[in-house]
């Protein structure tokens, strides 16, 4: 056999080899017949590339595509030719070259596929997440996930250049961090235990620590609400850290998200170019005043911005601004977790952020407090109980320095790169009321 | 005030300093009172620096530090001196220099410590994990998470290397991985749920989309026993490949852990140099004769190594081929999962392996069944329903290549790294049936 002589090669080094035979390993996309020759779109982790069949050239290798349907797995040896002139696809880095089959081996069949793969995906999300495990083979299915791996990239690398210690958290609980419902509840042996809402409490105990850490940790709420933008398992990216300002942290949050976009840019071609400008930074009332003075409504007595308020205060930062981002602070201290500082000039609204990007908000933090007799206070005003805070409080106990920091949200922001409408689409295996990953009946 | 000019300067920087005021930021360490002179030990997260505290420099200054406890939080403006040859300590960065303290500002207090941290740490693991927050702090076992950091970096960088995508994966699950009990259930809206096993299923659904994958994800484990190396929530560091073979797959899971660990002694100095040798292979059965021969213990029937055996034939390849690691192989079909791949030869054993490191396992994987009908049969025979794996077995069903994969263990890896006798050491918050945090009384 000529195939056991040849080392495979990447689909998208098979330019680099014309004249020359090649092997290829990969899925077959698309099958043409053209009666007299078969044409296949072969795809590897690398790319795509054309492979000609043509009986007169071999014809087992033309036998064999005969049977080829879509997702066959194969084995094709042959010669990469240029292609003539009038041919050549510019939108593929193989397009100047097709492989024609000496040989092709069938790994592994398919059976036929529910739905057309070939083209565009025209498929309800019912469908697309029924069918995960295939659907996600589509182009642009796979796309959303590649993209959100540089967007893992892009903090990871962010996390680096402001100093961090990455850490590791734990994600079964014993109490509430937030405090409120929404909580899983886990079967822990003889006892009861709970899915963490986030890693801030753990990512506030490494301050004394290693004074600057990340994470990326699994979120759990049980939001017992289906909405476009919500899932009951998210992926946080976290940053924590000691000794700084809130106008500091302001800076830094919005260094993080330009450096984290900015890295998946320099590797993707997005949808939209995103709008950075000079980041506006309103207070939630002055926010709010924008969205009575350009938009009519008037919520500037709500302890937040309603979901049409983000969509209206992006629409403006954009107009006026040329920025898909825009930070918005001071939340009144009520609406917010206990752990969050009120503001020391006026104790009613707290030195809190949310970013807001493209109509939804992808992030939130800010100060905290960190001195020990404010925050049992703080826990007390809420209601809950200091005793289920015990290690937490004992990090404030022995010292803690002035720190706060933030938390991303992974599938609103891949959502929002890309212009999907539902979060559902950026995750890989969503979970939500309706679905682990079999819908309940 | 003389610290509203200075701009904060690292610890680790300050010996670029020599004869210019400079302003730190840190923790107490550790405070000697000579008298006439305090001496205080500050740590931030880049090192660790002498301070002097001298009354005829200042005397606010000399005032403030004799109030001072470990633990305090604060800020020190100060001048930077060369430190007389003789009191040169040659184990700090900063040992060439002290810095004469001008003024010293509490930014928190901390308690009196419930035990000394200032020399090495002598607490038993309760007490170790009891007071996590504070114990954390201390420089050795900060170290541990330093290089914990420092393995998954290193894991990164291999699975960029192998052009691996990252992948985010469920950890709230409908089913059982590996079948079995040893699963935590979740109260799932009006569902129950469970935590995932291991991302298994899910790393192998993506072959087909990205080819090869890596995620860092959780695995939890409901074991109703004690050990030293068996934690309830752990962090796994996993690979999973497209069209391998099980050779492949050895020399690539080989490479990722010499790559990984090569990282961290890179960066640290270990308290044991890891000897690579060449890694010798095994087959279980082989394992077992070594014991047999050289330790006088008859297991040859076992279905696994022993503990024990573990640890021998780590003694044993550290001794005949100079290697910390060694690659067992072919464990019995029955007592693996489904979906390893019998080996064609014999299919009474499989092609699968584990990697051990000084005595214990910290990987495990293999070839997987690629073939549809095999997985299910595979699944039939251990009495599992196939009905739990629609989605997985979906992956199979349209085209998956032959394909493999493995996945480490960070705590494990961590410990052994390091000499750690208990696992539990080796997690920043460990889970076990006894603590979640507090300890269940």
Chains 1, 2 share one sequence.
Not at 93 to 113: C, D, F, Q, R, Y
Not at 194 to 216: A, D, G
Not at 311 to 317: E, F, Y
Not at 420 to 440: G, Q
């Amino acid at each position: 056999m000529k195939n056991e002589k040849l080392k495979r090669v990447m689909i998208l080094e098979t330019a680099g080899h014309v004249g020359k035979e090649v092997l290829i390993k990969g899925w077959v996309r698309i099958r043409r017949d053209h009666g007299k020759l078969i044409f296949l779109d072969i795809r590897d982790r690398s790319g795509l590339v054309q492979v000609v069949v043509n009986p007169k050239v071999s014809e087992s290798a033309y036998k064999a595509a005969q049977d080829l349907k879509p997702e066959f797995v194969v084995e094709i040896a042959g010669r990469v030719n240029s292609r003539p002139k009038g041919t050549i696809n510019k939108d593929l880095p193989t397009g100047e070259i097709e492989i024609e089959a000496n040989s092709i081996t069938v790994l592994a069949k398919a059976e036929i596929l529910p739905f057309d793969m070939s083209g565009d995906l025209h498929v309800e999300l019912p469908t697309l997440l029924d069918h995960r495990s295939l659907t996600l083979r589509h182009p642009k299915v796979e796309e959303i996930f590649k993209v959100q791996a540089r967007v893992l990239e892009g903090f990871r690398k962010a996390a680096e250049e402001f100093d961090c210690t990455e850490i590791v958290v734990p994600t079964i609980v014993a109490s509430a961090t937030e405090g409120g419902a929404e909580l899983f509840e886990v079967k822990y042996y003889d006892h009861k235990a709970f899915l963490s809402q986030s890693p801030q409490l753990y990512k506030q105990m490494m301050v004394p620590v290693f004074e600057r850490v990340w994470t990326i940790a699994k979120a759990y709420r049980a939001e017992p609400s289906v909405t476009t933008r919500h899932l009951s398992e998210t992926t946080q990216l976290d940053f924590e850290l000691g000794f700084v300002s809130f106008e500091e942290l302001m800076d830094i949050l919005e260094d993080v998200a330009t450096a984290m976009f900015k890295h998946v840019e320099s590797v993707y071609t997005l949808p939209e170019k995103i709008k950075y400008g000079k980041i506006p930074r309103l207070r939630l009332r002055e926010a709010q005043e924008v969205i009575y003075r350009e938009f009519g409504r008037d919520n500037r007595n709500e302890k937040d911005l309603t979901p049409q308020d983000e969509i209206d205060i992006c629409k403006w930062a954009k107009e006026k601004h040329k920025s898909d981002l825009v930070t918005i602070t001071h939340f009144p201290t009520k609406a917010k977790p206990f752990y969050i500082m009120p503001d020391p000039k006026d104790s009613e609204y707290s030195l809190s952020y949310d970013l807001l990007f493209r109509g939804v908000e992808i992030l939130s933090g800010g100060q905290r407090v960190s001195d020990y007799n404010q925050l049992v206070k703080a826990i007390k005003d809420r209601g809950m109980k200091t005793g289920d805070f015990d290690m937490y409080l004992m990090a404030f106990k022995y010292g803690m320095p002035p720190e706060g920091g933030f938390s991303f949200g992974l599938e609103r922001i891949t959502m929002k790169l890309l212009g999907i409408s539902n979060i559902r689409e950026a995750s890989l295996f969503p979970r939500d009321m309706e679905r682990v990953d079999e819908r309940f009946s």
